[in-house]
């Protein structure tokens, strides 16, 4: 007669490991589904009863819009590029100078807006404001461009501002002459219609952000600290409404930035004893260096998504897809890794999952027969908020795993700091407002930034930075950032404009309404 126990022990153990799994699994999937049925993270303050302001309203008549789209088209026929740190167009920027004096006389010569040259061609406004308890904040934009040659294939001059088919091109439409037009035509109006802020505020104009931003943003940033100024918020270009770009989601997206990628760049370099094609050596600098660099590519940084603001923005986002992507989205605590692993397979969505490695630069070899003694690569990176620099210096140091390639940080700085977007949060609800006071049907969302810009020299004037301007990305325009045919619709500089002029008139306000949700109803 055979032993039956052990048997049937284990039958049992394996049942009850099935039995807890499955519970297990119907329990994850019971708190899952009850999210993605309860929550929604959008309603915010939309329903709270915000504080009253007398907001003066703009209309735009047609001659008033003829006039407002002269000035932008003249701003952009002025090259004002930055072509290296040390070397811009100042021609250009000094006429650039000359016109904004011109096109808007109002700013600068009222009695509550005090202007000022930094480093020679950046600008510097303060706006008075009646209230000097309420703390001030800054709009931010930039007068430079990146070069750009009709030789590229544009379908109009880069400077010529022509406009086809409702549509202004030129190099600085999007970036960010739009901006900053569309912040001091707001001004100018707001200043003719006797308008008056209760909350000071700043307006910076940089003349070099494309190549850094170390004259212009960080000179103004140098003279607020020089005067102990504090800043509630700042808000500088980034993200944008998308229209169209995100498959599958219902309706247009506004992305407000609340952070930017770290950068680096990291030279790589081999050096051996020269020699002639003809008796090579078993390793040559060129064939050391390239395996380094393939094994930089083919082990990519890590899979990071879920671990920063990235969160925010697919949680924001989730209520206007459908299933099973809304299930996915609300349930990022389960769901990352899987949503992670799909983001990955294209460039544009993998940026969001990892600190991004781009191998930009490789320079060896002076003559075909000989065996060059140098070998050098360069390699950039854009840093996944979960990250630091020195974390990401440690990886290539060990994914390259070879003394003879000497590994140099020649420049970088962390991710910038995650800015609030709670409903505590003034600067980021104030935006949002006037976002959906203007666009109803739009989702706003947090998101990052994957490239940099000017305000991330303000880190140590505020606690919370946006990057966001409502000019409307559809399908492809993402390419024109840079590249060829930039353009934005003379309908889209116009909404600019309005929204700049309602923002400044929804800061006057002393303080955010108190959630809807914590307000007790009968």
């Not at 100042?90 to 005090?114: G, N, Y």
């Not at 897809?321 to 349930?331: A, E, R, S, V």
């Not at 969505?349 to 690569?377: D, H, Q, Y």
């Not at 974390?391 to 795993?401: A, H, Y």
Request: glycine content about 8%; hydrophobic content about 40%; overall charge negative.
């Amino acid at each position: 007669m055979t032993d039956s126990g052990p048997k049937l022990n284990t039958f049992k153990c394996l049942k009850i490991i099935i039995s807890s799994f499955l519970i297990a699994v119907l329990l994850l999937l019971t708190i899952a589904s009850i999210r993605t049925l309860s929550l929604d993270v959008n309603v915010g303050l939309q329903l709270a009863q915000w504080e009253k302001t007398n907001n003066i309203s703009l209309v735009i008549g047609h001659r008033q819009r003829e006039e407002l789209l002269a000035h932008f088209k003249e701003a952009v026929r002025i090259p004002t590029v930055s072509f290296s740190e040390t070397e811009s167009n100042t021609t250009a920027l000094l006429e650039f100078d000359r016109f904004l004096r011109k096109a808007f006389p109002t700013v600068f010569s009222s009695s509550l807006v005090r202007h000022e040259l930094v480093a020679n061609y950046s600008h510097l406004f303060w706006v008075q404001g009646s209230r000097s308890d309420l703390v001030p904040y800054l709009l931010l934009a930039h007068i430079d461009v990146v070069p750009a040659s009709e030789s590229d294939g544009w379908e109009a001059p880069p400077f010529s501002a022509k406009e086809m088919d409702g549509f202004i091109y030129g190099r600085g439409t999007m970036d960010d002459k739009g901006s900053l037009m569309g912040i001091l035509q707001a001004l100018e109006y707001l200043l003719m219609k006797g308008y008056a802020p209760c909350r000071g505020f700043y307006i910076g104009l940089g003349h070099d952000e494309e190549v850094g931003g170390y004259k212009g943003a960080m000179n103004i940033v140098r003279e607020l600290k020089l005067r102990g100024v504090q800043l509630s918020f700042v808000l500088d270009e980034g993200l944008a409404v998308l229209d169209g770009v995100i498959s599958g989601l219902e309706g247009p997206a506004a992305l407000i930035g609340i952070s930017e990628k770290g950068s680096a760049t990291v030279k790589l370099s081999v050096f051996m004893v020269p020699g002639h094609s003809s008796m090579p050596p078993r390793e040559t600098s060129i064939g050391i260096l390239a395996a380094a660099v393939k094994r930089l590519e083919e082990n990519p940084m890590p899979r990071l998504f879920g671990h920063g603001p990235e969160h925010g923005t697919f949680e924001h986002l989730a209520h206007k897809f459908g299933l099973p992507m809304k299930f996915i989205m609300t349930n990022l605590w389960l769901f990352a890794p899987l949503l992670g692993r799909v983001l990955e397979r294209k460039p544009d969505t993998n940026a969001f999952v990892r600190t991004t490695t781009a191998v930009t630069m490789f320079n060896a070899g002076v003559k075909v027969n000989i065996i060059p003694s140098l070998a050098e690569a360069y390699v950039n990176l854009r840093i996944h908020s979960a990250q630091s620099l020195q974390e990401v210096l440690d990886l290539i140091q060990s994914t390259v795993g070879d003394q003879q390639v000497k590994i140099e940080l020649v420049n970088g700085f962390d991710p910038l700091p995650v800015s609030s977007m709670d409903e505590k949060s003034f600067g980021f609800q104030i935006i949002k407002k006037t976002v959906l006071d203007m666009f109803p049907t739009v989702t706003v969302a947090p998101g990052i930034c994957i490239g940099n810009t000017d305000s991330r020299h303000f880190k140590d004037l505020t606690n919370d930075i946006y990057r966001f301007a409502p000019v409307w990305f559809k399908p492809g325009d993402a390419q024109r950032f840079h590249g060829i045919n930039e353009r934005i619709s003379k309908k889209n500089y116009e909404e600019l404009v309005v929204f700049y002029f309602s923002l400044i008139q929804n800061c006057d306000i002393q303080k955010l309404p108190e959630p809807h949700s914590s307000i007790h109803e009968l």
